[in-house]
């Protein structure tokens, strides 16, 4: 649905050019929703914007639905941008107008016939669920419901494309909630591209099918979200992981695990006591795994730390497990784990230095 | 208190009122006639506007300066020769009413530009990813937008032009403000000064209440 080819973006500074988007490539397929997830100043509401050609990229090619846009004329510009809505952080709404007068003012850009600007704004409000309030003036709604005029708007056109640059940044937890699910209603229903833009994991998890990071004006990562999520690359990518999945384990747990390994090696060899950190996601995460290992490998085993949590329909985990066994009975459960597509990784526990 | 009010001078007096207020009225509506279209030139070529242009939106910039720093006693002489090729004569009310237009349009540019400038870009942005024209931009967006602020500025200009229209009995342009000059100033009635400047803030009162209230109309933001 959106080929996006080589794009980048050179502003003229103050201090000289500035290179915002260094050679992007980026395929989006039709249906999906995708998410491009980076900090202020990434580039990525750059690159939202080259997607209509709101910026105009210094070179690449955009194309959407099978057409360069890059290439239109204005006219056909115009036109095409209409196949593509989007909303804003800061809903961009006309103050002048009540919520029908703005979600019926791409249509009257386009020149339709008032009865069927009418016709088609009714079932849109619905959708939203903002019937009740289509009199009000955008200055006598709420933040949340501002974004609702933004997403009816948005559709008016009947867009194939829907774009999101970082829609949800101004509003409370609990209304960016109802937004993105009113996002991935819009999405199953109408069978809507959806790429949004956000710097909250949350948002990602909560919603995209696909999610590319960037950083510095450059894709650096991307894959589907449970694939990002539970096997981060880059050392961007874990940092916004973790602000929702934490990854490092907390020093009262480090401690406690010093101290299980003093024990052990008092009471003399015969027994390995190792923290392991058990990553597992989909199918693996079903099946009574650990029960098993400590049945067959006589262990003892504490769940020290974790989460557990869905994407995409697809439960995922990350575990903190202290195992305490015989060496060959560890090393023969690690082997079982990683045959049953667990990621086995071995925290290393070290002597905090005193200073 | 009023016993130097005859017949004959208050039917001046009606007249004087007349004047001024076809001076006001019509300089006013021809000011915004100019000047609403100037000042969305102004931000249209603006850096960071739709049609941004450089050199001419400092040209235009710079010619609107000039009008606007002309003291306008001086600019109802300089003109002279246009205000005659324009009404045919250089003296009475319908000649006052062109200098009075060319001071009110570069007035009403710039506050014009202010308001437009108050619109947020990111309104401007939407309605591009929307696929509206410039011209639609201006008329759907940018002048809605800025209506009240607009209705507010042309309120000032209509205050502003009141006074200026005082000057006008240097062409022979009547109007109150004349009258109070000839019959309060130079022949020493002191009633008649005092009943003139006493309509005159009635009118600026009114003028200013009127376009309060459709400013506060207007604004839903």
Known sequence: MIDLRGITQVYQGAQGPVEALKGIDLQIQPGEVFGIIGRSGAGK??????????????????????????????????????????IFQHFNLLSSRTVYGNVAFPLE?????????????????????????????PSQISGGQKQRVGIARALASRPKVLLSDEATSALDPETTRSILALLQKINRELGLTIVLITHQMQVVKQVADRVAVIEAGRIVEQGSVLEVFTRPQQAITRSLVDEILPQELPASVLDHVRQLQGQLSAAGAGTDGRLLRLSYAGDSAYQPILSQLIRDYQ????????????????????????????????????????????????????????? | MFQNFSEALLELFAVSLWETLVMVGISGALGALIGI????FLRLTDRGGVLENGAVNKTVGWLVNAVRSTPFIILLVAIIPFTRLLTGSSIGTAAAVVPLTIAAAPFVARLVEASLREVDNGLIEAAQAMGATTWQIVWKVLLPEAMPGIIAGLTITLVSLTGYSAMAGAIGGGGLGDLGIRYGYQRFLPDVMLAVVLVLILFVQAVQSLGDWAVRRLSHR
């Open chain 1, 109 to 137: 850009l386009a020149g339709l016939p008032d009865a069927e600007i009418r016709a088609r704004v009714e079932p849109l409000l619905d959708l939203v669920g903002l019937g009740s309030l289509r009199d009000r003036y």
């Open chain 2, 37 to 40: 279209p100037l000042g969305v």
């Open chain 1, 299 to 355: 262990l003892d085993l504490s769940i020290l730390h974790g989460q557990i949590d869905e994407i995409q329909n697809q439960t995922f985990g990350s575990l903190a497990v202290f195992v305490a066994g015989s060496p060959s009975h560890v090393a023969a459960a690690v082997e079982r784990l990683r045959t049953q597509g667990v990621q086995v990784e071995e925290v290393a526990v070290t002597t905090p230095t005193q200073d």
């Open chain 1, 45 to 86: 509401s750059s690159l939202v914007r080259t997607i209509n050609l709101l910026n105009r990229p210094t070179q690449g090619a955009v194309i959407v639905a099978g057409r360069d846009l890059t290439q239109l004329n204005d006219a056909d510009l115009r036109a095409a941008r209409r196949d593509i809505g989007m």
